[in-house]
């Protein structure tokens, strides 16, 4: 696996020559959830993952649906930046 901690418009330049070597990046963490990494790498940035971040303190209703779904009632404690709960 090859990592690429770029953003997207970065990884769009690394993961097309890639490609066509027979390799692309395949792991990233940053803007790589951006939708124009797609518009900028097409084809070239298939099957590639990619973590970001996530709060369960979001008040997005996407993100509370989540919440509430999976985290059992009084489980969903506040976490600091480096994960540690607070």
Known sequence: MVAA????AEAALIC????????TPRSSAGSW???????????AVENTYY????????QA?????FVQRYAPAGTARRR???GARL
């Open 5 to 8: 901690t770029a953003s997207y």
């Open 16 to 23: 097309n020559p890639g490609r066509a070597l027979g390799s």
């Open 33 to 43: 959830e951006a939708p124009q990494l797609i518009e900028l790498g097409g084809k």
């Open 51 to 58: 973590s970001t971040y996530f709060s369960a303190e979001n």
């Open 61 to 65: 209703p996407d993100v509370r649906a």
């Open 80 to 82: 600091g930046r480096l």
